[in-house]
């Protein structure tokens, strides 16, 4: 019995280091890129609806099929498709997509701009 006590607790630890260990991933991540904070840019994501148009990778109910999927933007060269993908355009673009480009159909959300800095942070991290 204290065999299996002891397993469970050593199972148990293990899983949370390796759970903290990508947080910690992410946001390191984050702070590398812009400056901000993904989990702070998760929650924002949220807060903002953005969920309603993209499918966005660990926020829960971001699956909308308005606008692209976010998933491995990190790595994509553009922004749009007009902007070249660098952490300043992301966060120009996430404050105010039309002023970036104005026959965008995405809209300005009025995105404060520490906000736009977390949500680019996260978006990154969707490498």
Do not use: F, K
Not at 100 to 110: A, C, K, R, Y
């Amino acid at each position: 019995m204290r065999n299996r006590v002891l397993l469970a607790v050593t199972l148990i630890s293990a899983l949370c280091n390796i759970g903290c260990s990508r947080n910690s991933q992410a946001e390191q991540i984050a702070r590398a890129t812009t400056g901000g904070s993904a989990a702070r840019g998760a929650t924002a994501i949220s807060r903002y609806g953005c969920g309603s148009c993209h499918i966005i990778p660990g926020v829960s109910g971001a699956s909308g099929l308005a606008g692209p999927p976010l998933s491995g933007i990190g790595n994509r060269i553009y922004i749009a498709g007009v902007l070249q993908n660098t952490p300043d355009n992301m966060i120009r673009w996430i404050e105010n997509p039309p002023a970036v480009d104005e026959h965008t159909v995405m809209p300005n959300l009025g995105v404060r701009h520490q906000d736009a800095i977390d949500i680019a942070g996260y978006l990154y991290t969707l490498q």
